[in-house]
Structure formats: structure tokens, C-alpha cells
């Protein structure tokens, strides 16, 4: 869709001239190649997932014009990064770094500044530098995607070795992933903890590489994360101190086979119990994966069907009998709750930790393990069972279908795995929901001593009143979430002053010690300004914050 625009264009930063912003630019080209720079002075187009714009976010929450980039420079080198970051120091232009840009839920490509310049990394720096099937280990650029990983994984023939763990969609880059510290759902779930080593421009133009990368000649860059000294990885994700250009990733050894199970639950308050069944299983690796609990309203979502082909009325939710009713005209049957688990390791290993599993989710009334060995090829949940074995995938995209121009935003709050926290935050986004006549779609993913609640709200784009109750129905969770001792794990960049602040212990302590380090590291506030809430000095206090 080409979306008319509405502002100037191209979207220039403020305080810029249309001027200063043409030299600027003029500048650039000279610096990079011509060929290598993009003024946007055209409407913007969304596209879909696997082309998605590098512009703006495909699915806004706001004002279309609000998160827009004014250009998009493509460099090709760590050396090309530093040119464009020292040009923007001398221009002060705001640049963001995108690595693929496919951050759907979360902003996608979209700068947190209008008219920022994004620096789209993966256009031009997409190589795998390194695989090692001695160390399992891998050395990859911004623009290498988890699917480009797991082919060339294959293409080497090491496919029946090495697993890369993906997140439910494939198509993003696993720099970008997991700087954002997203998840995926094998035993490598957690892409942050399982990451080694980072090459990172600063926003003055020096390189440091951390950890072992710091020590010349060193070949333990990939096999031991700290290196001597403070372990500085952690400010380089989500933050605005630095760009990555290369991170080092660790990879999952082949279990030597695997086995995905489905089990269900009939009511709503299973919830508790079922996570207090759950947290001992998982502490002990008995339920060895970032496992996902889903909702029955996301189980039929999933198939891909929009609601109106269930209920005619645009407005108000979709009545529980008629979830109920669709749910069991699937091969799932009808439920509340589906767990969706994987098993890894010989046969043999299998059926001890299925057979503890089993015992346990069996105590709660009505559970039912699901026979899936019939189930159709383009069912779920062989979906799940090729995420949860390192096999990028695309199914999870469809209850975006769910409304037209489906487009969705994520509430996304971490609690320990205990029943009582599941079920009050479950409360509380299912109360929001209601309120503000939105579908219910939460997936409860339990890492190793927490969890995160994942609620998309889907919404139509085009539509303003959609988009508000969206909004507003997020930014009501946050607060009543808050309130309760529960934050964000991530945010979208129209909420993130919201979200940094909530996490507000002793006067702010935490972000003023942020705002030192992005005063220090960058001066001018060129990068990525307000990500995560991080406001540099030229910025602050001016009325960016929303
Ligand atoms: P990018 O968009 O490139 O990066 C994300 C952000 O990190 C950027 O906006 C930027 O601010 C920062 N950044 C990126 N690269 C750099 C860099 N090199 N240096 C400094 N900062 C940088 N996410 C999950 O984690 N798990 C899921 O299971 C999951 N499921 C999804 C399901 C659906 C249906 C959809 C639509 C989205 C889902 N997502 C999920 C969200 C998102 O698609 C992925 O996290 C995706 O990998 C992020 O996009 P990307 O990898 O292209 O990162």
C-alpha cells in the first residue's frame, strides 16, 4: 500500500534545514557513493513481512507520519559505519541503526526521531565470517538472517550438527534479534545469554570489540563471552550507546532427536496450577525449551482466517462460545490453554522426562495429551515443532490476518513462573481487553526461572479509532502492570518513555546512570535518540518523551 504523506518531505529532523539537510546529504553521497544513500521523498510503502520497508513502521500505532525516516544509508564496512557516524557528529543528524529492520510489534524499521537517517546495516553487511563445528560457535554481520544461518548451515553440510535457535519468525536478523534480547524456543531460547563477543562503533567512530575480542590474536572470541575487565556487552543492547557490526553466537549441538507434544486444558483457571506444575519441570529441564502456553483465541487466529469469518460485528470481541465452538472443529479440539513443548535427545532420554511430564500435567481435571501423528502437514503445530528443532518458519505470521490490514503491538511483561502471578497478569490484560474491545490473544513463554507473557494486540492500521484503543489498552497494561512490581522484557518505541520509567527505584537511579553513559559515549545525542527511553542531553527535557 503507498501511504499519502501528509508532512514535509523528505521528514527532516528538527532543527535542521531543508538546506543543511541537502549539503548534509550531498556530503554523504561523496563519503559513501551516491548509490549507497536514499533521500525518501516518495510516499511510503508497507509491503508485507519478507519486504518490508526500511522507512517507517508497516504497522504504525500512530500518526503515519510520526516514526519517519528522512534517508537510509547502506554501508558495507565496519569502516563505512564509522564514516556515517562521524558525519553525523559533524551534521548532527540523528541516525538509528537497523540491522534487518523486520522489528514488527516493536517499531519494525522505524526511527524513535522523525527524520532520523536510518543506517540500515543488512543491506550490504550480510556475511557469515565464521561456523565452527569444532567449537559451536558462528561470527556473523548485522544483515545475516536466522533463515541465510540455517541454510548455510546446511549448505556446509553440518545441518545434522549444529542448530541455530529462531524466533517464531524467521526472517530477522539475528544481530538485530538479539540486541533487541529477543527469544526463541529451543534450550538456546534466551539469544542474549547465548551470544559471545560484539564488534561495536561507537557513536564518536572508535571500534571496540568486547570480551576476548579486545586481546589480539585471541581465538576465544565465540567460546567465552567476558574477556578481563567489566563485562560491557550489556549496554550495547537496548541502548543507544553503540551499533553493532559483528556478534558472535553460540550454537546448539544436535540433541540427537527430537519429539514436540501437545497437551490442553479446558478452563481458564488451569492457568495457575498449570504453571506451578510447570516451574519444577523447567527449573529441573525436565520441559527442556522456551516452551509457548497459547490461548484458545490465538489457536484459532493461527489458521490464518480473519474474525469477521467467525462474527460479523467489527466492534467488541469476539464471543468466548464461538472460539470455543471454532477451536473444536480443529484437530486441537476445543481448549483454553495449549502447550506446545519439545523434547530433545535419543529415544530413549525422551520417554523418561514425556512420562514425568505427563504424570505431573495430568493432575489438573480435563488435560488432555493431543494425538498430533494425524495431524495435516500445514497444522501448528508442526510450525512450532520445526521452531523448537531450529528450523526457520513463517506460520506464526497468519493471526495477523485476523482483522484487515491486520498489524499488531506487543505487551510483553516477565514474571517468575508461579500461578499467582500468571493469573494476575492474566487478569489484567484480559480486563483491558475487554474494556477497550480488543481480542485476547496472550502466549505465556516460560524461560528458566521466568516467564514472559507475550499479548499481541492485532489492530487495523488504517483505522484511527483502532489504533487508539490499541494504544491505549497497552499503555493501561503497562501501568497496571507496574503497579503490581511487573515490567516490560521490550517495548515498542512509541512506549518506551512509558516503560523506562516505570522502572523508576531510588528517584530514577537507573536511567540517570544511562543518560551518563549516553552523554559520555555520545555527546551530540546522534544515536538513535529516545530508544529504550534514553534521551541524550541536546534532547532532554524538551518535550520528546510521549
Ligand atoms: P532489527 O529490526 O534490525 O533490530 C531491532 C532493533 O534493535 C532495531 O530497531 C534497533 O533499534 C536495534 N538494532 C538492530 N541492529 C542493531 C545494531 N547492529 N546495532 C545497534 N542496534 C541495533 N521476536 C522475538 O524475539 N521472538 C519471537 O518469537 C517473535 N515472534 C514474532 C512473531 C510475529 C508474527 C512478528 C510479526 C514478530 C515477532 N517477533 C519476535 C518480533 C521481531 O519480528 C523479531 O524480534 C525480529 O527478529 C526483529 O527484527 P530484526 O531481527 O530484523 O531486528
Known sequence: TAIPRRREVPALPQGVTAEAFQAAMADLRTLLGAEHVEVIDQALRDGWYMEHPNTHDMMTILDDEEFV?????????????????????????????????????????????????????????????????????????????????????????LGDQLWVDV????????????????????????????HSGLEVVLPTGEVVRTGMGALPGNNTWQAFPYGFGPYSDGIFSQSNFGIVTKMGMTLMPNPGGHESFLYTFQREDDLAQLI???????????????????????????????????????DGLVPDDIIHAEAAKTPTGDHTWAYYGT????????????????????????????????????EYFWSRDKIASG????????????????????????????????????????????EHGIDYFPAFCVGLREMHLIVEIVFDRTSAPKKAAALACLR??????????????????ALMDQVAGTYSWNDNALMKMHEQLKDTLDPNGILAPGRCGIWPKRYRGRGWEM
Open 476 to 493: 493501561d497494561m503497562v501501568d497496571d502492570a507496574a503497579a503490581l512490581g511487573y515490567g516490560e522484557y521490550r517495548t515498542h518505541l
Open 69 to 157: 525516516a528522512s534517508a537510509v544509508v547502506y554501508p558495507g564496512s565496519t569502516e563505512d559505519v564509522q564514516t556515517v557516524v562521524r558525519w553525523a557528529n559533524k551534521h548532527l543528524v540523528p541516525i538509528f541503526p537497523i540491522s534487518m529492520g523486520r522489528n514488527l510489534g516493536y517499531g519494525g524499521a522505524a526511527p524513535r526521531v522523525r527524520g532520523s537517517v536510518v543506517v540500515d546495516l543488512g543491506r550490504r553487511m550480510r556475511q557469515i565470517l565464521d561456523i565452527s563445528a569444532e567449537d559451536f560457535t558462528c561470527l556473523v554481520e548485522p544483515g545475516v538472517s536466522f533463515y541465510a544461518l540455517h541454510d548455510e548451515i546446511q549448505a556446509r553440510g
Open 343 to 378: 523434547t530433545y535427545g535419543p529415544p530413549e532420554a525422551r520417554a523418561v522426562k514425556l512420562a514425568a511430564v505427563d504424570a505431573a500435567f495430568r493432575q489438573i481435571p480435563g488435560c488432555r495429551k493431543i494425538d498430533t501423528s494425524t495431524f495435516p502437514a500445514d
Open 391 to 434: 528450523t526457520p518458519d513463517l506460520h506464526e505470521l497468519r493471526w495477523c490476518q485476523w482483522v484487515p490490514n491486520g498489524s499488531h503491538i506487543a505487551f510483553s511483561p516477565v514474571s517468575p513462573i508461579r500461578g499467582k502471578d500468571a493469573a494476575a497478569l492474566n487478569e489484567l490484560a484480559r480486563k483491558r481487553h475487554e
Open 276 to 314: 506451578e506444575i510447570i516451574r519444577p519441570l523447567r527449573i529441573r529441564n525436565i520441559l527442556e525449551n522456551v516452551a509457548q502456553l497459547r490461548h484458545v483465541t490465538q489457536s484459532v487466529a493461527v489458521r490464518g482466517q480473519p474474525r469477521s469469518d467467525y462474527y460479523e460485528p467489527v
Open 167 to 194: 524466533p517464531d519468525l524467521g526472517g530477522g536478523s539475528v544481530i538485530g534479534n538479539t540486541v533487541d534480547r529477543g527469544v526463541g524456543y529451543t534450550p538456546y531460547g534466551d539469544h542474549w545469554a547465548t
